[in-house]
């Protein structure tokens, strides 16, 4: 088998990248990813992350996210987009009598919205407070003169931070029901279900 | 005791040298046998072997780095013993996910006489090693070369196994590209 060939040779790569020091941890860099930390500033990254997706599923085209030319806004030497809140109809799954339900709402495409319907809708979520979410995807930007351009990926990943005592919610067999309607929400949200998305969960 | 004084034992044929190799990196190369087999009776008899084979084969071997040059005997005795036991149909440990995933890195081949040889597939995976930075390196070598569960790197590294995940299957695309660029075809 081929994979098992090259299994067997990486065995015999240089001594350097075998040594006792490859099985520690090294810091890994922190992701080239977006950071909702505002509401302001969520309202626009979500427009464009989801415009890139609805655009890249519609027209499979590469989508241009930052117009760095002098149709951009300059605020106080900052340079800004100015893109409207995307609304649309979202799924909200909620663990109701050890079922898994879910209600449909127009909403904004905020993620602090939708994980405070979500909390909302799952009573015994009432500790859980949103901190952050980061998207990233193994996509590859293009700058040039003017604009970058994204090139989607067909990967994505959402980091959904929680505040530290979310994690307690989450504990036990009706936490893991909670803690899937909450994935299925996100996942629903971001690709509607389309989308190869991985979700995971951190407390801070 | 360094690595240089158990050296020393092997190369004065004193048997302690056995037992301070096992005592100093027993748990290590059971570690990268267990991974590989996942058996408790095949990693002991693996690691064993390992001990037999390197008090045999030192002197003359004179390994710069003992680690490395155990690890790789217990790497190379374990996935031996793997394939006799895929034979015998009774796989386990990692490796078998690990090989699936490898199947992605391998480039698009054109006929069996095209294939490379050992030397040339043994340069380029370095010559791509090389071009890894050292976070990437590091979790590639501890899935493909330690054969690490991704949880247990995750958990090394602090942090989710969905980045872990995600981080190995670009490195995966990076070496098909890489492999296919230098020409080599398996």
Known sequence: MKSERLLKELGNVNEEYTDLSQTESVPLKKHNRIKYITAGTAAALVVAVGGITLGTMLTGQNVPIADTSSNAIETAGETTTEIAVEQRDITIYYSEDGEMKSITKNMKCIPKIIFGEWKQLNKSAGKAEFVNCYVDNNG??????????????????????????????????????????????????????QLNCEFSVKYE | MEDSGIIELYLGRDEGAIAQTQQKYG?????????????????????????????????????HNLFSYIAKMTRNLSLNRYSEKKAAKRGGGQTEVALSELEECIPSGKSVEDECDDNELRDALNGFLGSLCTEKRTVFMQRYWYLMPISEIAQKHGCESGRIKMMLSRIRKELKLYLEKEGITL
Do not use: H
Request: glycine residues 6%; negative net charge; proline residues 3%.
């Open chain 1, 140 to 193: 590859t930007e293009i700058v040039n003169e003017s604009t970058v351009t994204y090139i989607v990926g067909d990967k994505y990943s959402i980091e959904l931070t929680l505040s530290k005592d979310s994690a307690e919610i989450f504990e036990g067999e009706e936490g893991k029901k909670l803690l899937s309607s909450l994935e299925k929400t996100f996942l629903e949200y971001f690709g509607n279900g």
């Open chain 2, 27 to 63: 748990k290590q190369c059971y570690k990268i046998a267990y991974n590989i087999l996942g058996n408790r009776e095949d990693c002991e008899e693996c690691v064993n072997d390992m001990l037999v084979k390197v008090w045999n084969r030192i002197p003359p071997d004179m390994p």
